[in-house]
């Protein structure tokens, strides 16, 4: 136990007890990517790596309707590849504040991954940005930022130039976060309040100002669409339960 806080394969271990999204691993910096896992750095770096994911992700909505492929716009396919990417990256980090206090942005140097269209792909972090830095409190942030920054502004950076407005992809990520907490108040009923708590923080930060607001019954509303209802024949899919267009 290093700072209070337990072995990282016990961390492993209560991070995938709260669910698919949360699982994670832990690597040392220093060893080599071995397959079959891949520097997820290689996604936001090598030229064309975003484009081919983007590709597989605009192909399945397109089976999945029944359409051609050019059917479903690209910037469609790139706002749900992206959503789905913010929320499995975002998750286990969610979950390492609202567990053991951990503040820190994580780059997409620091984590490894073994690729998929599922959004559930194995993730693992680079243990010597966990080490020594979760102490068991909720406190109001740390120099080294907040989840929201580091990797999550790589993939906004990257995905904005596929035409997908900055608004949406800041509704994503505030969207991925409101679904990190409600699954893990679900798994852990205990850390509801600190799930809240921590939830509050991030959604109050600047980069997801008017990205967010609450319907008259208290539930989540984003302020614009993850677009997913366009992958639909006609444009006529259905709408996300936090969809502003509800």
């Given at each position: 136990m290093t700072n209070g806080v337990p072995a990282l394969a016990l961390v492993s271990e209560e991070l995938a007890a709260l669910g698919p999204y949360f699982g994670a691993a832990f690597h040392a910096g220093s060893e080599s990517c071995e397959a079959?896992?891949?520097?997820?750095?290689?996604?936001?770096?090598?030229?064309?790596?975003?484009?081919?994911?983007?590709?597989?992700?605009?192909?399945?909505?397109?089976?999945?309707?029944?359409?051609?492929?050019?059917?479903?716009?690209?910037?469609?396919?790139?706002?749900?590849?992206h959503?789905?990417?913010?929320?499995?990256?975002?998750?286990p980090l969610f979950g390492l504040g609202v567990l053991y206090g951990w503040r820190g942005s994580v780059r997409a140097g620091d984590l490894r991954w073994q690729p998929g269209l599922?959004?559930?792909?194995?993730l693992s972090i680079n243990e010597a940005v966990?080490?020594?830095?979760?102490?068991?409190?909720?406190?109001?942030?740390?120099?080294?930022?907040?989840?929201?920054?580091?990797?999550?502004?790589?993939?906004?950076?990257?995905m904005a130039s596929f035409g997908v407005n900055r608004h949406i992809l800041r509704g994503n990520v505030a969207s991925a976060l409101v679904g990190?907490?409600?699954?893990?108040?679900?798994?852990r009923p205990a850390l509801r309040d600190r799930a809240t708590a921590e939830l509050g923080v991030l959604l109050a930060r600047a980069e997801l100002a008017g990205s967010v607001g609450y319907a008259?019954?208290?539930?989540?509303?984003?302020?614009?669409?993850?677009?997913?209802?366009?992958?639909?024949?006609?444009?006529r899919g259905a709408l996300c339960g936090d969809c502003a267009l509800r």
């Amino acid at each position: 136990m290093t700072n209070g806080v337990p072995a990282l394969a016990l961390v492993s271990e209560e991070l995938a007890a709260l669910g698919p999204y949360f699982g994670a691993a832990f690597h040392a910096g220093s060893e080599s990517c071995e397959a079959p896992w891949r520097p997820f750095a290689e996604l936001v770096e090598e030229p064309g790596a975003m484009a081919e994911r983007v590709a597989g992700v605009r192909g399945y909505l397109a089976a999945g309707s029944g359409q051609d492929i050019e059917k479903v716009e690209l910037r469609v396919a790139a706002s749900v590849a992206h959503l789905g990417l913010v929320a499995r990256v975002m998750s286990p980090l969610f979950g390492l504040g609202v567990l053991y206090g951990w503040r820190g942005s994580v780059r997409a140097g620091d984590l490894r991954w073994q690729p998929g269209l599922a959004s559930t792909f194995p993730l693992s972090i680079n243990e010597a940005v966990v080490e020594g830095r979760p102490d068991g409190r909720i406190t109001d942030g740390r120099p080294d930022g907040r989840i929201t920054d580091g990797v999550v502004t790589e993939l906004e950076t990257l995905m904005a130039s596929f035409g997908v407005n900055r608004h949406i992809l800041r509704g994503n990520v505030a969207s991925a976060l409101v679904g990190a907490g409600k699954a893990l108040a679900a798994a852990r009923p205990a850390l509801r309040d600190r799930a809240t708590a921590e939830l509050g923080v991030l959604l109050a930060r600047a980069e997801l100002a008017g990205s967010v607001g609450y319907a008259a019954d208290g539930s989540f509303r984003r302020r614009n669409c993850c677009l997913i209802y366009r992958a639909a024949p006609n444009q006529r899919g259905a709408l996300c339960g936090d969809c502003a267009l509800r």
